[in-house]
Each structure stands twice: as structure tokens, then as C-alpha cells.
């Protein structure tokens, strides 16, 4: 039996979302046909919603429905400690550990010179900018611990050589739960450079 | 299915699925090789930081001969480079290498003196202050391994050994020309016959030496047109890279 036109258009869709392949987005489809059709409305209407009322912070870039976002506006964070990251999703990641205090820089992307991305393509000179007017105090690079993340980061710093500000860059190391046994020279490295006092 | 061992510099590394990465290498033996990485994406990943773009590395892999992808099954540094990657004057310049390099080695394609060259070249790149000398270099010895060796020698009109200051040079019959036999040959550019001597000297140079020589700084610039002209005329368009190693050594200035 020839599959409808509908049903093979949603599968091509539903093929584009990471992580989702052929399998997958055949059960996908069948399972919202089979469903209820107010469910299937209510998935639709939420989808076109985040492209709709979801926009980017003008301080931080990162996602929001209130511009300034609520991490931005809030009086009880810390706004003259950033804390730069590569993509929106990552201010989540960091939002969960709920330790974090201070506001966000999103880069939207990394320095990548095989792909053609420099500085320009990113927010970068926006940081440069809210730094000199702001009086931070500190930047903290979360950049990730890859040859992108690590150029991106020293690129920064750089950028900020001669602006009154404190950079720092997260620890890179061992993964808690890890295995000295298992790990490569350049982790171990970079652990030995990170070590820290204990307190006693 | 067959095994394979050989030595490589890992030219990219991409995220292929939730735990995988797709990991693209330069090999000694073997050409560019794709292979994927299971789980390589995890936080206790056996392959640690060997995966990381311009790592030198001894790997093994295996899949059916003459095939697009691999599968990896470990992958060991010799170098990781992480000087390199750390200083912004010398980073850019390798990313280059990487990216020059990556267009000369095809698949299934080996080029063992060019992956020497980069190997070289790499380690180099960590001890040398005049990186832009080093570039050059790379430039005019990677397209001789290509089998683009401008000719240097003679005069590629008269076949004779120029004696003036001046000669010209033709990028479309790849050498160059001496005074009497411009009106012959279109030239695209005069040099200084030193410059063709320094030239010369970077095609047989013993790579460890390159600190040890001096380049005025007119002759550099000389140097750099035609290296970075004769890439360019081979490749037929800039290299991704390249604009930023410029870019980088503006910043440091200011
Ligand atoms: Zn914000
Ligand atoms: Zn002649």
C-alpha cells in the first residue's frame, strides 16, 4: 500500500529533528494520526508558539519571552558576574545546577575557522561592550572544553586584555565519578594545572 | 573484516548522534579515513581527548576495504598540541596546515610526505616565533609534494640561469623569468632574485632550522604572494582559515 502524501511530508519533518531517524519518525507519524485530533492541534499550536512568543534576550541573547529575560531583570543576581556560554540551551544546563548567581553571555556559536566562523558571527563584540559599560567584575568562560570552546575562550580573554575585569575559565578535568586508570595525558594535564588546596 | 593500524592527525571531529562523534582523519597510510566513534560523545569516553582536532594520534580501525566510513576502535595521542591550540599567534597558522592539508590528502589517497610535512610541521609551529616563515614554507613545500614545484632554477623561457636583480614570475607556467625574456613571457610579478634564492632555500630546509633563519621583512612579504598565489591558483578560491590567521595577528598588534 502506497502511503498518503501527508503522512510521507510529516516523516521527511519529523526526520530533520536531532536524534530522529527513519524508525522513529514512521511511529511518530502514525501515532499522531491515530490520536486524538484536538492533542494533535494542541501539539501544533505549542510548536508554532515557541517561534511565535519565544525571543532572544537583547542583554544576554539567550531565550525568552520577556525581553529583558527574567535572569537579566532579576534584582537578586549578581549582574556584574557573567557567565559566557556557547548556546542558549547551555544557560539551562547551567540554570539546573541552581548554584549559579550571576547573568549570562550566549556567544551563539563558537570561533571556527575550519567553517568559516570568526569573531564577527558571534556576540562577542556585544560582551566587549556591556563589560566597559557595566563594571563587571568578573567573566567566567564556559565555553566547551573542546578545540573550538578553548579557541573561542582565549580569543575572549584576549579581547578583554585591558578592560578592568577578572576572566576566569570553568575547570577542565576529570569528570566527577571518572577514572585516573582510563584517563587520556591531556585530561590528566589539565587536571594537575586545576588542582585546588584542600581545606583542612 | 580487515583491521587497521596506522598513525594519524585528526582533522575534524563532529557530534553524529547523542553518544556518537564522526570523527574525519589525515592517515599516513591510508588517505583521509571517516570513521565513527561509538560513544564517544560520554563524559568517561575511552577515547578521552584523542578525538581532538589536530591530535596527533595511532589508531585503529576496521570495515570493509574501499568504504566510506569505519569503525574506530581506539585511538591513542602521540601529541595532543595543546600548546599550539592554547596561544592564538600559533593556532590559527596549524588550522590552516590542517585545512591546507586536508585538501591535498583524498580518501583511499595516501600521502605520506605530506602527512610528514604536517606532522613537522605541527611540531614546529609549537617552537618557532616566526610562525608567517613557517607558513610559507608549508605553502611552497606542500604544493611540491603535490607535484607543483615552481621552477626555480632557470629561466622557464631562455633556460638560462637569470643574472639580474630582478626577475619576474608566472603563475601560469609556474616559474620563473629572467629580465631579458619578459616581453616573451607575461609576468604577474617582479621579485628580487634573493627572494628566489630564499624560495629555494625553503624547498630542501630541514624544517628543524627554520628558526635559525632570518628573512628580511620586504623579502617575506615577497614570499608570502607567491606561496599563498600558487595555493590559490591550485585550489581555485581562500581557504576558510586563512583570513583569520591575518585577523589574529591584527588583534596582537593593537
Ligand atoms: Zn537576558
Ligand atoms: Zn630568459
Redesign the interface.
Known amino acids: 500500500m502506497k502511503r498518503p502524501a501527508a503522512v510521507k511530508e510529516l516523516i521527511e519533518e519529523l526526520k530533520r529533528l536531532p536524534g530522529i531517524g527513519q524508525k522513529t519518525a514512521e511511529r511518530l507519524s502514525f501515532y499522531l494520526m491515530r490520536g486524538e485530533k484536538e492533542r494533535v492541534e494542541n501539539l501544533a499550536r505549542t510548536i508554532l508558539n515557541i517561534k511565535e512568543k519565544v525571543i532572544l534576550c537583547t542583554n544576554c541573547h539567550g531565550i525568552t519571552e520577556i525581553d529583558p529575560c527574567d535572569i537579566c531583570q532579576d534584582p537578586k543576581r549578581d549582574h556584574n558576574l557573567i557567565c559566557v556560554v556557547e548556546e542558549p540551551y547551555d544557560v539551562y544546563v547551567i540554570e539546573n545546577m541552581g548554584d549559579y548567581r550571576g547573568e549570562y553571555h550566549v556567544l551563539m556559536g563558537v570561533i571556527s575557522p575550519l567553517d568559516g566562523i570568526g569573531p564577527q558571527d558571534l556576540t562577542t563584540e556585544d560582551l566587549k561592550a556591556k563589560v566597559g559599560r557595566n563594571g563587571t567584575r568578573e567573566v567566567i568562560l564556559a565555553t566547551n572544553p573542546d578545540m573550538e570552546g578553548e579557541s573561542t575562550a582565549i580569543y575572549i580573554a584576549r579581547m578583554l586584555k585591558g578592560a578592568e575585569v577578572k576572566v576566569t575559565r570553568i575547570a577542565r578535568g576529570l569528570p566527577v565519578g571518572g577514572d585516573i586508570e582510563y584517563a587520556d595525558p591531556v585530561t590528566l594535564k589539565k587536571s594537575m594545572e586545576g588542582r585546588m588546596e584542600i581545606e583542612t | 573484516m580487515p583491521l587497521y593500524k596506522t598513525q594519524a592527525i585528526v582533522l575534524?571531529?563532529m557530534k553524529l548522534?547523542?553518544k556518537d562523534k564522526l570523527v574525519t582523519f589525515l592517515t599516513e597510510t591510508h588517505g583521509k579515513v571517516k570513521c565513527v566513534a561509538k560513544a564517544a560523545r560520554r563524559?568517561?569516553s575511552?577515547?578521552?581527548?584523542?578525538l581532538?582536532?589536530?591530535s596527533h594520534v595511532s589508531l585503529i580501525y576496521f570495515g570493509k576495504e574501499h568504504q566510506d566510513l569505519y569503525r574506530l576502535n581506539q585511538c591513542?595521542?602521540i601529541q595532543?598540541f595543546?600548546d599550539i591550540?592554547?596561544?592564538?599567534d600559533t593556532?590559527?597558522t596549524a588550522?590552516?596546515f590542517?585545512?591546507l592539508a586536508g585538501h591535498f590528502i583524498a580518501e583511499d589517497h595516501p600521502e605520506p610526505e605530506i602527512f610528514h610535512l604536517l606532522v613537522r610541521s605541527l611540531r614546529e609551529a609549537g617552537n618557532t616565533d616566526s610562525s608567517g616563515t613557517l607558513c610559507r614554507l608549508f605553502e611552497l613545500r606542500i604544493m611540491a609534494h603535490a607535484g607543483y614545484t615552481p621552477r626555480l632554477q632557470k629561466c622557464i623561457v631562455c633556460h638560462k640561469e637569470p643574472k639580474s636583480l630582478w626577475v619576474g614570475f608566472s603563475y601560469s607556467q609556474h616559474g620563473i623569468v629572467c629580465e631579458p625574456c619578459f616581453d616573451k613571457e607575461p609576468v604577474e610579478m617582479r621579485i628580487k632574485s634573493g627572494t628566489v634564492n630564499y624560495l629555494k632555500k625553503f624547498l630542501s630546509l630541514n624544517l628543524n632550522h627554520i628558526r635559525r633563519l632570518k628573512i628580511p621583512k620586504d623579502v617575506e612579504l615577497e614570499i608570502e604572494s607567491i606561496t599563498h598565489r600558487l595555493v590559490l591558483a591550485r585550489l581555485g578560491r581562500e581557504l576558510?582559515?586563512y583570513?583569520?590567521i591575518r585577523?589574529m595577528a591584527e588583534?596582537?598588534r593593537t
Open positions: 575534524k571531529s548522534s547523542e563524559l568517561k575511552r577515547f578521552g581527548a584523542s581532538e582536532p589536530m591513542d595521542i595532543s595543546q591550540k592554547e596561544n592564538p593556532y590559527y588550522v590552516y590542517l585545512e576558510k582559515s583570513p583569520f585577523q588583534m596582537t
